[in-house]
């Protein structure tokens, strides 16, 4: 046996003399820590940002197979290969793909949402449709900046933050440019107390951020266990492409409300969520690669001017959805005699409880005694239903 | 006109103009629009119909002899609370603090449940 020889062998094998090979996966190695530092340390989106950001290192690390982007890169993906040849990733990645993940997370969020302040004021879904404005004002931009209209929708939707609507329309409508949009989209979910608040200062005055709002209306048992079922008959027959995302959402809120299925409510809401919390969130990193190639011998990457650009229109999608609510908000704040507050209005931003938090933060920086978070929980749960809304008409003219 | 033929096939909408692309945008909001002030509408009308109908039962129910006196509920009964995730002492501050910020005594809230919430997406 020739020691020499199978020394040399395993290190012509091991990861460490093939990490430099193509220098982009070694610097994504580096962002992947980075990312880890801040969900660690900083305390940035961990429940997402720490399975991102592991599945981001675990794809950049050389010869471990176990996630093949270039398996995804025709626009039929041989799922036979996926199985026979797949590595661990693969396999779960296959609940992005066929966008399974996302709508099951809805039917988490379903379980989790009180849709009680929404129903005392239905008012509030006027600003969570007004808080869509930046997914149109991104979508219009990237389409200016060179990107396909399927690719600038996907872009677009980051401006509905929510990370689940953005994976579900990307996945099928820009799979290669899954990785940049998620971890924009999360990132900036994280960073909403910090890009909402000057935003929220620069468009109302401090009159209109110390208006006090009246307690709403108590809502009755049978109000929230109808409102689930008439939501998703008419926006399914509306839009049928909505169908997964309003439909999984409006299940798990049935499990929550009707009081008879206890058990189910609380998996969707515990057991279930974080589960597929993991899958998503590991596989969605793993989209991440440093150096790719695809079918055409162009390169697909991570590291490229499409990512810096995405994270740039992602900026501008979140500032304009909330510049959007803000103003609608205002308008209500005219039109109701200064019985709205127009803080309320950014969280229309389907961020949940986020978004609304931030309100409250707001409105009670200028009078102390304002509580406005139960009256932005309303714009904040319409917010979800208004980007899956968003996210199913795109669907249905781009997919 | 644009809008049905771009729904038409997907290579065809790789090729819309900067027009196209802004009508479409319009349309797109407006859909949103429209089907969240649909569901306002539903929401209203189905709380409306709820809450008449309740009214109703109530005036009925009270109309009808009651069949034996209701037990008298002591004022300072607040009931049981039902915590999720939530652990006694941080409970009891938290009624502390609504009531303070009300400026009501204890004894004249009701707390029903109170649950951490957790963030979701």
């Known amino acids: ?399 | 006109m644009l809008f049905l033929t771009a729904a038409r096939t997907a290579e065809q909408l790789t090729e819309i103009s900067l027009s196209g692309g802004l009508l479409m945008s319009v349309i797109g909001i407006s859909v949103v629009f429209l089907a969240l002030v649909a569901i306002m509408a539903l929401t209203k009308l189905q709380s409306a119909i709820i809450v008449s109908f309740q009214n109703k039962r109530g005036q009925t129910d009270a109309a009808a002899p009651a069949p034996s006196a209701p037990a008298a509920v002591p004022a300072s009964t607040p009931g049981a609370v039902a915590l999720f995730g939530v652990e006694d002492k941080t409970a009891a501050m938290l009624m502390a603090i609504v009531a303070d910020e009300m400026k009501l005594p204890l004894n004249e809230l009701r707390f029903i449940s109170i649950k951490e919430v957790q963030e979701g997406n």
């Open chain 1, 1 to 399: 046996m020739n020691v020499g020889k199978v020394l040399q062998d395993l290190w012509e094998t091991s990861g460490f003399n093939n990490l430099f090979v193509h220098w982009e996966n070694a610097v994504m190695v580096v962002i992947a820590c980075v990312l880890l530092y801040l969900a660690l340390v900083k305390g940035f989106e961990p429940l997402l940002l720490v399975g991102i950001a592991f599945g981001m290192l675990l794809t950049n690390l050389p010869l471990g197979g176990l996630m093949h982007m270039e398996f995804y890169q025709d626009k039929v993906v041989d799922y036979g290969r996926v199985l026979h040849e797949g590595g661990l990733l693969d396999i779960l990645y296959l609940g992005v793909k066929l966008g399974v993940y996302p709508c099951l997370i809805f039917l988490g969020i379903g379980a989790m949402t009180d849709f009680g302040p929404l129903i005392s004021r239905p008012s509030s879904l006027l600003l969570g449709a007004a808080a869509q404005l930046g997914i149109y004002c991104a979508f219009i931009l990237s389409f200016l900046l060179g990107f396909t209209p399927q690719e600038a929708a996907s872009i677009g939707i980051i401006g509905g933050a929510d990370g689940p609507t953005a994976i579900f329309l990307t996945s099928r409508l820009a799979s290669h440019l899954l990785g940049p949009i998620a971890v924009a989209a999360y990132s900036y979910m994280a960073l909403i107390p910090l890009i909402q608040p000057p935003i929220m200062r620069a468009l109302t005055t401090k009159k209109e951020r110390e208006t006090k709002m009246e307690q709403v209306r108590a809502v009755s048992k049978t109000e929230k266990i109808i409102f689930p079922i008439v939501v998703t008959l008419f926006a399914v027959l509306l839009l049928p492409s909505v169908a997964p995302l309003i439909g999984m959402l409006m299940l798990g809120n049935l499990f929550r409300e009707c009081g008879v299925v206890e058990r189910l409510s609380d998996t969707a809401q515990n057991a279930l969520i974080n589960i597929v919390t993991i899958f998503l969130s590991v596989t969605v990193g793993a989209t991440s690669v440093g150096w790719l190639i695809n079918n055409d011998g162009v390169s697909v990457g991570f590291l490229s001017l499409n990512t810096i650009k995405i994270i740039a229109l992602g900026l501008f999608a979140f500032g304009f959805s909330t510049v959007g609510g803000l103003l609608f908000g205002k308008l209500m704040y005219k039109l109701s005699g200064g019985k709205v507050n127009p803080l309320i209005g950014s969280a229309g931003v389907s961020a949940v409880p986020m978004a609304a938090r931030v309100s409250q933060k707001v409105g009670q920086e200028a009078n102390s005694s304002n509580f406005l978070l139960m009256h932005a929980m309303g714009p904040n749960v319409a917010g979800v239903i208004g980007s899956a809304v968003a996210a199913g008409f795109l669907l249905s003219v781009f997919g």
